[in-house]
């Protein structure tokens, strides 16, 4: 039997840092192969900003060829510039990857806290200690700005999600959790 292999971007859409994650996933098993950050804090212009985002989402779309966009869904807040900067960020990334006609999956905060710790009100530094320890990823690997380990968590949860039927996909409780997903948690 042949193993499919799938390649899945995960951003953490942002204004002045933007995560993004690449996940490559044959049969059960996923590897992180990229993680990283787009430094946008250089651009004063607001839409210069966008035009550099689109340029580089394209270019790792090209460079990876994902099968799939995990993408956080921004929260609501209570500035509503703030907000708006963010909704055009996470627009650009989407309009990006759909010129190249990749699939596009969003995800709540909540969730992808959810799916990676078990509990949705996670700190990021939970959720990247849970990525470092599934993904067995390096030190080097980690030492990255959060927002690229939100992205390729993003990309985790899209992973998880395409493995479990609709049914399976809600937890009840963390003891839920862990019973669900025993086979997929190792102590080391």
């Not at 399976?168 to 019973?179: I, L, P, V």
């Amino acid at each position: 039997m042949m193993q499919t292999e799938k390649v899945i971007l995960g951003i953490d859409p942002g204004t002045n840092l933007m995560g993004y994650g690449v996940l490559r996933v044959t049969g059960n098993t996923a590897e992180a192969i990229a993680l990283g950050v787009i430094d946008l804090r250089k651009y004063a212009d607001g839409y210069l900003k966008l035009g550099h985002i689109f340029e580089r989402i394209t270019g790792i779309i090209e460079s990876y060829l994902p099968d799939e966009l995990a993408i956080e869904a921004p929260f609501f807040g209570k500035n509503v510039q703030s907000m708006l900067k963010l909704g055009r960020a996470q627009g650009v990334a989407i309009a990006a990857a759909m010129q190249r006609d990749v699939p596009i999956t969003e995800y709540a905060p909540m969730k992808i806290k959810m799916a990676l710790t078990g509990i949705g009100t996670a700190s990021k530094e939970q959720v990247a200690g849970m990525l470092q320890r599934i993904l067995k990823l390096s030190p080097e690997q980690m030492n990255t700005a959060m927002d690229a380990t939100d992205a390729l968590a993003a990309a985790y949860c899209h992973y998880l999600q395409m493995k479990m039927p609709a049914s399976e996909g809600r937890y009840h409780s963390w003891k839920d959790f862990a019973r669900k997903n025993a086979n997929k948690i190792r102590k080391e």
